[in-house]
């Protein structure tokens, strides 16, 4: 099993940067694929970045294509999202998951474990 906690989370204003960090308990990170997903009041949670074991397979949303990246460090157990060029619509609660294989999944039904979400909330 393993515990995730994100941070990193906050307010800012349109154009901005972010980067949120998801640190993982356990000895076994490296075997889990990682994602981040987001939910904003209303909608569905969504799937905004992803990345197999090692992180050379990653996969974005079309909505953040260019401006995300995810990246992970299994040294420290811990994956990122670096967020640039912000916009409102990305108001939302961010939360990391953990998926129980090296391949990550598409949809939220594939990860087994969560974090508790941090806020971002971007203004106009």
């Known amino acids: 099993q393993v515990q995730l906690v994100e941070s990193g989370g906050g307010l800012l204003q349109a154009g901005g940067s972010l980067i949120l960090s998801c640190a993982a308990s356990?000895?076994?990170?490296?075997?889990?694929?990682m994602g981040w997903f987001r939910q904003a009041p209303g909608k569905e949670r969504e799937l905004v970045a992803a990345?197999?074991?090692?992180?050379?397979?990653?996969y974005y949303a079309g909505s953040v294509t260019g401006r995300f990246t995810i990246s992970r460090d299994n040294a420290k157990n811990t994956v990122y999202l670096q967020m640039n060029s912000l916009k409102p619509e990305d108001t939302a609660v961010y939360y990391c998951a953990a998926r129980h294989s090296g391949f990550y999944g598409l949809t939220k039904y594939d990860y087994a474990y969560w974090g508790q979400g941090t806020q971002v909330t971007v203004s106009s």
């Open positions: 356990g000895r076994t990170f490296s075997s889990y694929a």
């Open positions: 990345t197999d074991w090692s992180g050379g397979n990653t």
